[in-house]
Nanobody, 119 residues
Framework: QVQLVESGGGLVQPGGSLRLSCAAS????????MGWHRQAPGKERESIAN???????KYADSVKGRFTISRDNAKNTWSLQMNSLKPEDTAVYYC?????????????WGQGTQVTVSS
């Protein structure tokens, strides 16, 4: 069973930066995308960024231009650089990997890391 482990959350002031990282415990064969979701209190979990194994990226409008996703396929890691953070970015951030399956794709999730943007 593959485990995803996140690191890098914390408390930051508005306008500040944080970098989140996600490490998979082993190679995920047939991986389609790696990404990040977040869930704020009282809200549904939302996808904010993902990247394919060939480097194609997609961002939610709310983070476009401020967040950058990157990956290192050889190390089974991917990261989210978050700049110009706003209080509304406060949430639990989850890393995610989608694996191709013949009967349906499979999602792996990290345990979540808290990001709090506050002065």
């Amino acid at each position: 069973q593959v485990q995803l482990v996140e690191s890098g959350g914390g408390l930051v002031q508005p306008g500040g930066s944080l970098r989140l990282s996600c490490a998979a415990s082993r190679t995920i064969f047939g991986i389609l995308t790696m990404g990040w979701h977040r869930q704020a209190p009282g809200k549904e979990r939302e996808s904010i960024a993902n990247i394919t194994t060939i480097g194609s990226t997609k961002y939610a409008d709310s983070v476009k231009g401020r967040f950058t996703i990157s990956r290192d396929n050889a190390k089974n890691t991917w990261s989210l650089q978050m700049n110009s953070l706003k209080p509304e970015d406060t949430a639990v951030y989850y890393c995610n990997a989608v694996q191709f399956g013949t009967t349906g794709n499979y999602n792996y999730w990290g345990q979540g890391t808290q990001v709090t943007v506050s002065s």
